[in-house]
Each structure stands twice: as C-alpha cells, then as structure tokens.
C-alpha cells in the first residue's frame, strides 16, 4: 500500500510540474510579443498548485487513464508484431507445442514464461489441461528465462529434453517445483521424470541451445513482451489473433472460443506442424 502511494505521489508531482511548463508555455506563447516575467511564472505556478491541491483525485484519475492508454497502446503493437511473426512462433523453433491432437488443432496458445515466475507456475495446472482436453487446442511454450540466471539454465534443460520426447514432463515438472531450480535440483527433477540426465546435460551445454534462449529474447522485445506470463491466442488460419498479458484464464479462455468461431473464414493455415 505504502508503495502504491509513494508512485502515486510521484506520479503527481511530475505531472504538476508538467502542467506548470505547459501552461508557462502556452501562455507566453499566446502572446508572442510579451515574455511572462518572473512573477507572471510565479503566479501561475501559484495557481496551479493550488488547483491540484484542491483537486488530487484528478490528477490520480488523469495517471490511471494515461497509464491504461499506454497499455491499450503496447498491447496493440504487440497485436501487430505477433500477427506478422506467427509463423515463426507455431514452428517450434524457441520452445515447444503440446496438444491433445496438433495435427487436428485449429488455434493455438502461446505462453512466454520463466520457471521462476509465481504466476506461470499458478496458470500451469490451467495451461496443462489445455494441453489434454481439447483437439482443436494447441499450446506452444516459449521459453523467456529472464528472472534468475537459474532459469536460464532450466530453459536449456527443457530446450534438450526435446530429444527425449521428453519436454513437456520437465517442464511441468520444473513448473510444479517450488524454490530456486539449482543444478543439481534440476538434474534431480529431470532423473524423476525419465531423461537420460547424462544425454541432457551434454546436449543443454550446447551453442545452438543458448542461441534459441537469446532468439527468445529478442522476440519477445520486437514483440513488446515485457513479463511473464504472456499468452497469444491465434486462429491456426490467421482470422483471429488475441494479447493477453498476464495471467488471465477467462482472458485465455474466451479468446480461444472467439478463435474457434472464426476459423475457417480464411481457407488458410499457418499450423507449421507436420
């Protein structure tokens, strides 16, 4: 709470101060021949303060819908950077899909995530039984380790899992362990769920690995994927495609039946599975 409040203030103060330049400059610049003196500055300062004074729930309301604009904003752009870059992020390339049926699945949902994040590991239960209960659903994970440095290092044990067949087991299973995924926790992890730890950890060390990770990164900064979890919703046809920053299972949830309702409008497919 004490937080919150603290941003809020600033957030006021630097707004204050801004309205301060813009009605200096407005002022003198509605009157092009006349230069406001020091106390002509002084006075409207004056003015001002004691507006905002009086009226603070305004300026709390003026940050909230500046802050929402701003939201609304980067989930657009992220709309539009994920539209043109879905073929790459259906082809597996930066992670993995896992669905009851891919090869029949008619949209696709995307995660970013970090095996360190709270809130992926509470959406994991949610997220794994799309990966069970619905053929025309398929979950694609992109592997974003940006917490910890451990979670770079369980992002290329995933990654070497693929080789196994293995990579949905660990993962789920990293995301159903608690506390810090130390190496010898992750070599644990991946013994219990039926890896060739040896095979792995050969493989996880390798520079193709780390170069999927940094790929990742990189997309998600074109994206403007800046937390995990994020999730993208898309028609496997192209018709639809949702932003859902955070963890948001009605989000998730409602974005995947608009995306069944409006496939096939197209005729075309971006499902890169073979």
Known sequence: MAKTVTRVAIGAALLGAAV?????????????????????????????????????????????????????????????????????????????????????????????????????????????????????????????????????????YALAARDQGKYADLHFAFMNASGVLTKDRIRTIAREAGLDVAAIEKRQDEASIAAIIDANREMAETL???????????????EFLEVIPGLSEEGVTSAIAAAKKSTGKSGASLNTQP
């Open 20 to 156: 301060f330049g813009a009605l200096i400059t407005n002022f003198g610049t509605a009157q092009p021949q006349k230069t406001l003196s020091v106390a002509d500055e002084d006075a409207v300062r004056a003015i001002v303060r004691e507006y905002i004074r009086e009226n603070p729930q305004e300026i709390i309301e003026a940050l909230d819908a500046f802050a929402a604009q701003e939201r609304g904003r980067a989930v657009a752009n992220t709309k539009t950077a994920a539209r043109d870059a879905l073929p790459l992020l259906l082809s597996d390339a930066g992670g993995y899909s896992v669905g009851a049926s891919k090869e029949a699945a008619s949209v696709a949902v995307i995660e970013f995530f970090d095996y360190h994040c709270g809130y992926c590991k509470r959406g994991s239960g949610f997220v794994q039984q799309l990966t069970k209960t619905d053929p025309a659903v398929k979950v694609v994970f992109i592997e974003l380790p940006i917490l910890r440095e451990e979670s770079d290092l369980a992002a290329r």
């Open 224 to 238: 403007g994927v800046g937390g995990t979890p994020s999730f993208i919703v898309a028609s496997l046809d192209g």
